[in-house]
């Protein structure tokens, strides 16, 4: 029953999906049927499948959990008239390095995602769901079994729902460490006990996921933002962001920043504002050099390119990504040197290994970047790094090679001279 | 019909199948698209990435391997930049990969140098620490080697796919993935060594074979494997006329690159130090004294004029794995020299019910591709994967590719129950009941294969038969027997026919003169009544048999002649010799040369001529020559018509897969395996008879059958 919250709200959000954080007891059942709980699925099942997908589209609403793909677009591909049963699969795996959203929807608003996932079990004729939890979040698994066996409880899940004859059994399974099981396929065979390797697709999960039947998964963030869909309709939603780019999201902001914390912004909010205003600024006054606009595997930003509307669409055309919603904001004082061998850490330690490309690719860029933090960097490094990285994107099994490869080859081409000052500065150490 | 499409490769234009994998449309065109992990057979990975190739309008490279073709594609596989992404993806496998070229026994057939050679990078860009990891020995067969190992994971999948064993998997994640087996440390398997041979590094090493030759010092011989009735071909490596290796490397043969472990490695009993090389007479004190080929020869021949003069009673037992014209020479000998009908072979299977059973039916005998392509293959009785593990391979992969029904009537669990749609538990003796209930569900199959061990025998095979013929859809059989030869013993006539003695009333017989036994060790469980038989012996080894001998004579090993077999589906292949004992003769040769001695005219015996004569007088081997002497298997008919009864009891030799009647106790390999076959299953032994003791095998686990 946690009222104090992990960072204060900023007047300047737009609180859709985190409207109840900070409410007592905002985590159950009763707060959430006293502040708009389960209207939005009375109203889903009166209306027919077809329309709720519809709904869907309208609200541009784009895959939250890192690749933006149109939300409506993606429920429309389960096949529902398919013999087999119809899984839910709810990708609570957050790993990105950044991302800390999805933890704090379940955390305070269990109930709103849970809405979201029967509301989808309507629209595609499903009755079971996966919520697949990350293992590093054990306190949430059993925070979310309590808040699973409160809707049994009470008749939110379960047989006959709310007497509207509409069955749903949800399950929670627990991760075991490794952020390639985010990656959908891999998920789907960690959920079915196997190793977490990805898949070769086709077939898409829609229509052979988990246990080969149709599947459809998607994120924390994105279920959240269902039941506001469906009550207040899509259009008032798609109208609260850009075109193509609907409604609002949880941005993770962290690194130097005087208010780090989750903020909810609609899509489009330019991004110097929130850094600014609503992140705070940079302590110490001192002057912003890089930006890690979503998640560690988007591209870096350079201050000069951080004046920008923060959607999907817009990022996309400046060569980086929104991604998860994790930003890391950088100061004057950092060494992109160290940003990126920490970040090349990172995947070499989650490369699933099932390819050449990125399991020998990442391990072999970690090693350059330690060799060349400790001191012995070499000129041609920084060529290799980028030849390396060049090597191993758009060749890998699945998008961990490539979100290896995009950072590292943004940083070593924009900030080249961090590379420089490094080797003229070990080198003078070195002469005698 | 199958849909064509017409696409383009390097600007060549090609016609190919609808939905085809890219990788297989090229190599079927002479255009190579290099890979690791796909391999025809097994499931596809795209985990290597070295098969990317460029597709026009489509903005990543291509996966080759896992692409299907269609309509109006043009793919090009030796552009700039499929050629840059090949060398990086090598240059990445490159930098974990110790350079152990000078001390790898795979170096001259390694993938991996191969593919470097041909699209890698002259220099290493690697200047960081290589991860590193011990070598580790998991059996007395397989050594495994991790830093060699590029994680394409064909182990993984022929052992679990293919064998059907699964006792390889992957440990750890990233760069530190590794291989391991079933046990922590060791496997428990098969030890067939199709990892070994997959693996196209020299991750997966052979014990028996490291360290003693590079791949260009030996001459490679492909010949039969002279232990199941199979019939796999095993391509010896022979360097400085010693056996180093078998494998199946060249996909030759009926049996692709199947092999198990005694196709592959118990080659050693050639040349174990116990080998007899001389011929021994028993002297006045009892002792064995070695002579002269001539004179072994004067006195056989002596001896058998004698007896044969005053009308003396002979009894010959050959052997179920002499060749063909070692079986028709001896039966010939027999009959028209020595005047006797008593000539037999320990009977594995019962064939002459079989064969009456059969007589009137055209195409009722499976050949070794049927159970691959069948619809549906019933086992009965036996534990194939122990006893026949081509067999078992068959139609296990029938399964996998076609989706097969396998069904299963056993006394105990056999490995295919993995893959069946009903398995059947009988009491031994119970099976034909196992066999009715699946009457139902076999009727509606689109055809049959059906495969039965030796507790079907007599009457119980016309029972099968008939059973067969109700069901009405086209039912094919195979009887199974053991050895290499068996079927083509009973096709020679090494059988007791027109009344005369099987070999247990040959040792019965205490007025019997002479006991020629050829390759066959009838007096490993049984005694010989007669106490003043001559008894002369033709074998590799002093067995129980040769030690009761009178004259023992030094034989040559099928790899170290020539000549044919037929295996347990009737199709008969060459062998070919591919060393020389020092001291042996072929069977054939001192069969030839005791009748030479006693002016009787058999015939010229060299093994092509007999073959020819075969070819002409016996039924169902008119087999074209040209598809036996290149390495072809032919497969023959049986006489369509009816076969009398014979005497004598039949029972399986109830041999694992560790063991091979007498021959494996002198096989290294054979004797270091720990592991209990069929052990991974649940399996205790082989499905044999409830009859009387087998004369030439022993029960698992070592004891003998009383």
């Not at chain 2, 196209?200 to 232990?227: D, F, K, N």
């Not at chain 2, 694992?656 to 009647?661: C, M, Q, R, V, Y």
Request: hydrophobic share 40%.
């Amino acid at each position: 029953m946690p009222k104090k919250l992990y960072n204060d709200p900023s007047p300047l959000e737009t609180r859709i999906l985190s409207k109840r954080f900070g409410l007592d007891n905002s985590e159950t059942l009763a707060t959430y049927l006293a502040n708009d709980g389960f209207k939005a699925f009375r109203k889903a099942r009166e209306m027919k499948p077809e329309e709720i997908i519809e709904e869907v589209k309208t609200s541009a609403l784009r895959g939250r959990g890192g690749a933006g793909f149109p939300t409506g677009l993606k429920w429309s591909f389960v096949p529902r008239s398919s013999p087999k049963p119809k899984y839910i699969v709810i990708n609570a795996d957050e790993s990105e390095p950044g991302t800390c959203k999805d933890r704090l929807l379940m955390e305070y608003d269990p109930h709103q995602m849970i809405e979201g996932i029967l509301i989808a079990g309507l629209a595609l004729d499903a009755h079971k769901g996966y919520l697949y939890i990350r293992g590093e979040y054990r306190y949430l698994i059993d925070h979310m079994d309590r808040a699973i066996a409160e809707a049994y409880a009470q008749g939110y899940l379960g047989k006959n729902i709310l007497g509207t004859g509409f069955d749903f059994d949800l399950y929670t399974h627990s991760g075991a460490g490794a952020y390639e099981c985010g990656e959908e396929t891999a998920l789907l065979d960690s959920l079915e006990g196997k190793r977490g390797i990805p898949r070769m697709k086709p077939p898409f999960p829609a229509v052979a996921g988990a246990w080969a039947s149709p599947t459809l998964l998607n994120n924390v963030e994105t279920f959240s933002a269902i039941p506001a869909i469906i009550r207040d309709g899509g259009a008032a939603f798609a109208a609260l962001g850009t075109p193509k780019n609907g409604g609002t999201r949880l941005l993770c902001v962290s690194g130097h920043v005087n208010k780090p914390g989750v903020y909810e912004v609609p899509l489009g909010y330019p991004m110097l504002k929130f850094i600014e205003e609503i992140a705070g600024g940079i302590p110490g006054g001192k002057k912003l050099k890089a930006v890690i606009p979503g998640g560690s595997s988007c591209p870096i930003l350079k201050a000069n390119e951080c004046d920008i509307p923060m959607d999907y669409d817009s990022l996309a055309k400046i060569g980086s990504m929104l991604g998860s919603g994790g930003m890391v904001v950088m100061d004057e004082t950092t060494d992109m040197v160290k940003v990126a061998l920490r970040i090349m850490r990172f995947y070499a330690h989650e490369s699933c290994g099932w390819c050449i490309p990125c399991r020998e690719g990442t391990t072999w860029l970690r090693k350059i970047l330690q060799r060349f933090d400790d001191g012995g960097g070499r000129s041609e490094d920084v060529g290799l790094l980028g030849e390396l990285s060049k090597n191993m994107l758009g060749r890998t099994f699945c998008a961990l090679g490539d979100a290896a490869a995009m950072p590292t080859i943004s940083i070593v081409e924009k900030f080249a001279e961090d590379f420089e000052k490094r080797l003229a500065r070990d080198r003078q150490m070195v002469a005698v | 019909m199958a849909e064509l499409v017409n696409l383009t490769i390097n600007g060549q234009a090609i016609q190919a199948e609808k939905g085809a994998l890219l990788i297989e449309v090229a190599r079927q065109n002479g255009i190579e698209i290099p890979a690791f992990c796909y391999y025809e057979g097994l499931t596809l990975q795209a985990a290597c990435r070295m098969c990317l190739v460029e597709v026009e309008k489509t903005p990543k490279l291509q996966v080759g391997c896992t692409l299907p073709v269609a309509d109006g594609m043009v793919v090009h596989t030796e552009s700039e930049i499929v050629r840059k992404a090949r060398k990086g993806t090598l240059e990445f496998l490159l930098t974990n990969h110790p350079l152990d070229c000078p001390v790898c026994d795979k170096g001259g057939e390694c993938e991996l140098q191969d593919m470097v050679f041909r699209y890698g990078a002259g220099e290493s860009r690697f200047a960081e620490r290589k991860h590193h990891v011990d070598e580790q020995q998991w059996s007395p067969v397989v050594y495994f080697d991790a830093p060699r190992c590029i994680l394409c994971y064909r182990c993984v999948r022929v052992c679990n796919e293919g064998m059907g064993v699964g006792a390889l998997g992957v440990a750890n994640r990233g760069v530190i993935s590794e291989i391991v087996p079933n046990r922590h440390d060791y496997l428990e398997c098969d030890e067939c060594g199709a990892c070994i041979d997959i693996c196209p590094v020299g991750a997966l090493t052979s014990g028996s074979y490291r360290y003693q030759t590079r791949p260009w010092e030996m001459t490679h011989v492909g010949t039969i494997c002279t232990h199941c009735g199979d019939g796999c071909r095993t391509t010896l490596g022979v360097r400085d006329d010693k056996i180093v290796r078998g494998n199946n490397r060249d996909h030759s043969g009926i049996n692709g690159e199947f092999l198990c472990i005694k196709g592959r490695y118990a080659f050693d009993f050639v040349e174990h130090p116990e080998r007899l090389q001389s011929p021994m007479l028993r002297n006045a004190q009892g002792e064995f004294e070695p002579i002269s080929w001539s004179k072994a020869f004067a006195t056989i021949a002596g001896q058998f004029e004698i007896v044969k003069d005053r009308g003396g009673k002979f009894g010959i037992i050959g052997s179920n794995h002499t060749t063909n014209e070692e079986n028709y020479f001896l039966q010939k000998f027999a009959r028209q020299g020595l005047g006797t009908k008593n000539i037999d072979h320990h009977r594995t299977g019962d064939l002459a019910t079989f064969f009456d059973a059969l007589s009137g039916k055209n195409g009722a005998l499976a050949t070794t591709a049927d159970l691959y392509t069948a619809k549906a293959v019933l086992v009965v009785g036996a534990d194939l994967a122990q006893q026949h593990p081509f067999l078992s391979y068959q139609a296990r992969a029938n399964f996998r590719h076609h989706a097969a029904h396998i069904y299963t009537v056993t006394s105990g669990p056999v490995r295919e129950d993995n893959q069946a749609v009903a398995s059947v538990r009988v009491a031994k003796g119970g099976e034909l009941g196992g066999v009715e209930s699946l009457r139902e569900k076999l009727k509606v199959e689109g055809d049959l294969v059906i495969v039965f061990g030796d507790s079907i025998q007599g009457d119980g095979v016309r029972k099968l038969v008939a059973f067969g013929d109700s069901l009405g859809i086209p039912v094919k059989y195979v009887c199974l027997v053991d050895y290499s030869n068996s079927r083509g013993a009973f096709d020679m006539s090494l059988i007791p026919r027109d009344g005369g003695m099987s070999w247990q009333q040959m040792l019965a017989a205490k007025d019997l003169d002479v006991l020629w036994v050829v390759g066959a060790n009838p007096l490993k469980n049984a005694t010989l009544a007669s106490s003043n038989a001559f008894v002369v012996v033709q074998d590799l080894f002093m067995t129980e048999t040769a030690k009761r001998a009178n004259l023992v004579l030094p034989a040559a090993s099928a790899y170290e002649k020539n000549g044919t077999v037929t295996n347990v589906c009737g199709e008969v292949q060459k062998l070919k010799q591919a060393v020389k004992v020092m001291g042996t003769k072929t069977d054939l040769e001192i069969m030839g040369s005791i009748a030479k001695e006693m002016n009787l005219n058999l015939g010229i015996w060299l093994p092509d001529k007999v073959f020819a004569e075969i070819r002409r007088t016996v039924h169902g081997y008119d087999v074209p020559l040209p598809v036996v002497d290149t390495g072809g298997a032919a497969p023959t008919v049986p006489l369509n018509g009816r076969v009398p009864a014979l005497p004598g009891a039949i029972q399986s030799a109830g041999d694992t897969l560790f063991t091979s009647g007498s021959m494996s106790r002198y096989s290294k390999i054979l004797n270091a395996v720990i592991e209990s076959p069929g052990g991974l299953y649940g399996s205790k032994g082989p499905e044999v008879s409830a009859q009387s003791p087998t004369a030439s095998g022993q029960t698992p686990g070592g004891t003998v059958q009383s």
